[in-house]
């Protein structure tokens, strides 16, 4: 089976999507998330980091340093370590494809309600689109987060995209009108033990959304 970050670039563009995306596109009934109490304190911190400078890079790295996240290597957690090595393979693959990329990126780590959590703020270029993409990742989590606080936190109601099984559980939004030039926003809950493991390097959770970046964004 192919890989997650595979199937969305074939779905939405050529252009891997900070070449991170970690998502299963699938046209199927909105299933109800299994409750997760961290779910309201892990949304908040993807908007509190990756929300209010989401049009820029260093302004998004810059802001959630200030916020307490700290500049890691991704060596400091396995998963960590698997999901970048998952991406310069993508990365690479994407070039021997043909396509010009250029990729930048920092991993962050910080602590929230006693839990590790891990943030990726990376910057894609190429001749048809730059992207400025954020990353959060909750490796510890035994269950998904709720949809809909991530839906509280876009504006928008309900998923455009859902998929619930034993081995993934998969939500996509389109862009939010609050959010001019960002476009869709992904949420992932991977089971240990799923098959989904070894084709995107962890379990658990990762939320992520990608930005249109403005001309000389990145620089």
């Known amino acids: 089976m192919q890989s997650l970050a595979s199937i969305h670039d ?12 970690l998502v299963l596109l699938a046209s199927v009934n909105v299933c109800e998330a299994a409750a997760n109490p961290f779910s309201a304190a892990f949304v908040e911190t993807f ?25 890691v290597e991704p060596s400091s957690y396995p998963e960590f370590a698997k999901v970048m090595e998952h991406s310069a393979k993508g990365l690479e693959e994407a070039k021997a494809d043909g396509l010009e990329l250029s990729f930048q990126h920092v991993a962050l780590a910080r602590k929230v309600e006693s839990r590790d959590l891990h943030l990726i703020v990376s910057f894609t270029g190429s001749e048809f689109l730059d992207q400025i993409s954020c990353y959060l990742y909750d490796f510890a989590a ?43 926003t ?30 000389e964004a990145g620089q």
């Not at 493991?197 to 959304?209: A, H, I, R, S, Y």
Request: hydrophobic share 40%; with cysteine; charged share 15%.
């Open 10 to 21: 074939r779905n939405r563009t050529r252009i891997p999507a900070g070449l991170l995306g």
């Open 47 to 71: 908007r509190e980091a990756c929300v209010p400078e989401r049009l820029s890079y260093e302004g998004t790295v810059g802001h959630a340093k200030a916020l307490g996240w700290v500049a």
């Open 142 to 184: 035994t269950a998904p987060v709720d949809a809909a606080a991530v839906g509280q936190m876009l504006g928008i109601a309900a998923p455009a995209q859902s998929m619930e099984t034993a081995e993934i559980t998969s939500h996509v939004w389109g862009p939010p009108p609050s959010m001019p030039r960002t476009l869709d």
């Open 186 to 215: 992904y949420l992932t809950y991977i089971p240990a033990g799923s098959p989904h493991v070894e084709q995107t390097g962890f379990d658990g959770v990762v939320l992520k959304f990608s930005t249109s970046a403005p001309d």
